[in-house]
């Protein structure tokens, strides 16, 4: 067999959070038509899931206030493909259940300090409250965030039993199939997550786990590459690298979703995304949000250049 048809049938899984992690730190609201005509660019260039938005407080994230118009419109227009949001706390969960949304993201710290400030509550909270979302809307997918499992803010780097320890409480007492391991403010480096993987992946065989992992010290293709080399479901990025998380001291953007896309595709990796779209999918977004990007890219004229 030739080796360049083994090399094209790598599959890559990359799940855009954009719509969600990188708007909720734009400051100036950006007009709903703009987050939807993001969403619809961003399923013409080939994403099978997106995170579109966050059903949280407008007292928390004022960004988030067209939360439910944001995924009326991708219920209509995006059904073929997966699409999900993230909830802080049980009445983010009943507004996505109202409008219809069949898989959320409720989100805990490994760091219960971190957790909250995050979310304003202990481990044993966020578990009760993971727990009562779970019985009462049954047919909502569950699919956990661990944030700080590379490191926090306020407790520095913690242990891999801490993190072992919180996936066997997700899975026995709240029972998830799926868990996105999280650094949430970019510190990881290429061993740390290789090992965190192995051990995860090998602890819970039968669990999918998938990688989010911010761009704070330029590592971010490169860790996300290691997750995909080390057999994870899936990994996260962020249409031009916006956004960062609002509650952790010192986290920058997100892992810019062209640059990976770019990379992969160079690489071999099949995607199903078309770069070409992708790009100009940023090119509209950097045309119209003025936020925080981290990508280390410009764009001039039709060409990507690296600065």
């Given at each position: 067999m030739n080796t360049d048809n083994k090399i094209l049938q790598k599959k890559a899984n990359v799940v855009e959070i954009g719509p969600r992690d990188?708007?909720?730190?734009?400051?100036?609201?950006?007009?709903t038509e703009v987050k939807k005509t993001v969403l619809q660019k961003l399923y013409d260039s080939g994403y099978k899931k997106i995170q579109i938005t966050s059903?949280?407080?407008?007292?928390?994230?004022?960004?988030?206030?067209?939360?439910?118009?944001?995924?009326?419109?991708?219920?209509?227009?995006?059904?073929?493909?997966?699409?999900?949001?993230?909830v802080p706390n049980y009445y983010g969960a009943k507004s996505a259940h109202e409008v219809g949304l069949k898989e959320i993201t409720p989100v805990i710290s490994l760091s219960e300090s971190?957790?909250?400030a995050n979310v304003r509550r202990s481990h044993q909270e966020s578990l009760d409250e993971f727990k009562r979302i779970k019985d009462d809307f049954p047919e909502m997918k569950l699919?956990?965030?661990?944030?700080?499992?590379?490191?926090?803010?306020?407790?520095?780097?913690l242990s891999i039993d801490l993190l072992l320890s919180m996936i066997d409480k997700l899975t026995s007492q709240i029972g998830v199939t799926e868990i996105t391991l999280c650094d949430t403010i970019g510190v990881g480096y290429p061993e740390q997550v290789r090992q965190i993987i192995r051990n995860t992946k090998q602890a819970f065989p039968s669990i999918k786990f998938n990688l989010h992992v911010h761009d704070t010290r330029n590592m971010g293709v490169l860790n996300s590459y290691i997750g995909i080399l080390e057999g994870v479901n899936s990994v996260q990025t962020s249409l031009g690298g916006l956004g960062g998380c609002?509650?952790?001291?010192?986290?920058?953007?997100?892992?810019?979703?062209?640059?990976?896309?770019?990379?992969?595709?160079?690489?071999?990796?099949?995607?199903?995304?078309?770069?070409?779209?992708?790009?100009?999918?940023?090119?509209?977004?950097?045309?119209?949000?003025?936020?925080?990007y981290s990508g280390h890219h410009i764009h001039i004229k039709d060409e990507y250049c690296c600065l």
């Open positions: 990188g708007f909720q730190n734009v400051k100036e609201f950006i007009p059903f949280v407080s407008p007292k928390a994230i004022p960004q988030m206030k067209d939360a439910t118009e944001i995924a009326e419109f991708a219920l209509r227009n995006l059904s073929d493909i997966d699409i999900f949001a993230l971190h957790n909250k699919t956990p965030d661990i944030a700080t499992v590379f490191g926090c803010p306020f407790e520095g780097r609002p509650f952790a001291p010192g986290a920058t953007g997100n892992t810019s979703s062209e640059d990976l896309i770019y990379m992969l595709q160079h690489d071999g990796w099949d995607t199903g995304i078309s770069f070409d779209s992708l790009l100009a999918t940023a090119k509209y977004l950097h045309g119209n949000v003025q936020g925080n």
